[in-house]
């Protein structure tokens, strides 16, 4: 694979950026990962826009996207995207002193492909006892600051597991470690709002407007009684969850299915919607 590093495409071998980069050294970066499916990246507009609203959100200097579109051109133009692809855009405050204050050196923008696996058609999942801070400087940022996202995920798969999902500090369902959660409950279909501190995930704001959802705040402790659960994600688009902690949920997920058959079929219509 070849990557885009601060303006010059390499071999994956010779992409380098400084150790004393922020976004290594204090997690000061942000990032969005789309799929890539017959060398076009989906919805990268919708993805670009949250770039900036993440930059922005850290105080990065906002990035120039007519820059990051020909990086992107750059990177896909040099690799063989015949297949499906997982795309990385980096985007972080540059080399700094070993410390939060930053440095004059200017950001650093990375743009990397790896082959995307597809992902299994349902998932387990487990909540994890730490939460996600609502009221956090970076709540709803995609920043490269993943620790606990780390910490969360290999909890859940000692567990046997495959993604964590948090509660918020006041208990309420927030979303997984890279994902949004979708929660069927009789005849309502429900995604918690960005106010408990969930991303802004672009496969859920597209399915809050192709589908009747509602957002609203809920127990965590709902996931026990629900009719269907259900993943979203940039790559994973809408995956089904088979059990949640030590509960199987119901086999035949029709809400599930229809979330997943309305997604696929506008997305392959519109591939930047």
């Not at 309420?172 to 802004?200: H, I, K, M, Y």
Request: with cysteine; net charge negative.
């Amino acid at each position: 694979m070849k990557i885009w590093v601060n303006g010059t495409v390499v071999e994956s071998a010779e992409a380098l950026v400084s150790v004393l980069d922020h976004g290594f050294t204090v997690g000061d970066g942000v990032f969005e990962t789309t799929k890539v499916v017959g060398g076009v990246p989906f919805a990268l507009t919708r993805h670009l826009d949250r770039l900036v609203v993440s930059a922005r959100g850290l105080g990065l200097p906002e990035p120039d996207l007519a820059l990051v579109r020909h990086a992107i051109d750059d990177t896909l133009l040099e690799n063989d995207t015949s297949s499906p692809q997982r795309l990385r855009l980096t985007y972080t405050g540059g080399s700094g002193p070993l410390g939060s204050d930053r440095g004059s050196a200017g950001p650093t923008l990375v743009v990397a492909l790896a082959p995307l696996t597809a992902w299994p058609e349902t998932a387990a999942v487990a909540t994890v006892p730490w939460p996600r801070n609502e009221r956090a400087a970076t709540a709803g940022l995609k920043t490269t600051s993943y620790a606990d996202n780390v910490v969360a995920l290999a909890h859940a798969k000692a567990d046997g597991a495959t993604e964590a999902v948090f509660a918020n500090t006041r208990g309420q369902l927030c979303e997984g470690t890279g994902s949004n959660v979708f929660v069927v409950l009789g005849d309502r279909l429900v995604t918690p709002p960005l106010s408990s501190g969930c991303l802004a995930g672009v496969t859920r704001a597209l399915l809050v407007e192709w589908l009747d959802v509602e957002e609203a705040d809920l127990p965590i402790g709902l996931l026990a009684e629900a009719d269907e659960i259900f993943l979203t994600s940039a790559t994973r688009d809408v995956q089904g969850v088979h059990r949640v902690d030590a509960r199987d949920l119901p086999t035949e997920r029709p809400v599930t299915r229809q979330a997943a058959k309305v997604f696929a079929a506008r997305s392959a219509a519109d591939l930047d919607p």
